[in-house]
T-cell receptor, first 112, second 112 residues
């Protein structure tokens, strides 16, 4: 157990739907990062939050949004889902950038 | 901005043979370097990291890596691999104040 908790582990949904992925960071970590991993695009950085504020944005689609709550847990919202959104979505947390990230076990999203 | 290149997308080896997974980075400032391992259907797990000090870093599962500033490399090595080392390996780099940038990954396959 890495200390980073992601729920749900698996999600199957239909095209056009909206889903919410949840992440609880490791105790004491203020930063949360979201990554998408697919076979054709590899590990893609989506977005970072630090203590409730958006810190950096990567290749995140406009249909996707995220937030970090006062208790530091984070949610990634994916809407108007397309088949191509099927992927593994990872959350990671860190104290700071210099010490590496701790990853959760991921949410496998399948859009049918 | 920093970048990471993993020179081999796939590395097949036989059990008990030595292995080296190659990683080069690009950055104009001092860097912190990491290797992560991802087993099938799991999240990324930190293998080892270089923050400062000795350029030879030892990690978990018998892996080690050497930071070579003049060659801008951080190659991962193991003197004798096991079937259980079959996984994808990611090299990552960060600088002070920046997030981790990951390489494309190297699939290590250990054959009996």
């Amino acid at each position: 157990d890495s200390g980073v908790t992601q729920t749900p582990k698996h999600l199957i949904t239909a095209t056009g739907q909206r889903v919410t992925l949840r992440c609880s960071p490791r105790s004491g970590d203020l930063s949360v990062y979201w990554y998408q991993q697919s076979l054709d695009q590899g590990l893609q950085f989506l977005i970072q939050y630090y203590n409730g504020e958006e810190r950096a944005k990567g290749n995140i689609l406009e249909r996707f949004s995220a937030q970090q709550f006062p208790d530091l847990h984070s949610e990634l919202n994916l809407s108007s889902l397309e088949l191509g959104d099927s992927a593994l979505y990872f959350c990671a947390s860190s104290v700071g950038n210099n010490y590496g990230y701790t990853f959760g076990s991921g949410t496998r999203l399948t859009v049918v | 901005a920093q970048s990471v290149t993993q020179l081999d997308s796939q590395v097949p080896v036989f059990e008990e043979a030595p292995v080296e997974l190659r990683c080069n980075y690009s950055s104009s400032v001092s860097v912190y370097l990491f290797w992560y391992v991802q087993y099938p259907n799991q999240g990324l797990q930190l293998l080892l990291k270089y923050l400062s000090g000795s350029t030879l870093v030892k990690g978990i599962n018998g892996f080690e890596a050497e930071f070579n500033k003049s060659q801008t490399s951080f190659h991962l090595r193991k003197p004798s691999v096991h079937i259980s080392d079959t996984a994808e390996y990611f090299c990552a780099v960060s600088t002070s104040g920046s997030r981790l940038t990951f390489g494309e990954g190297t699939q290590l396959t250990v054959n009996p």
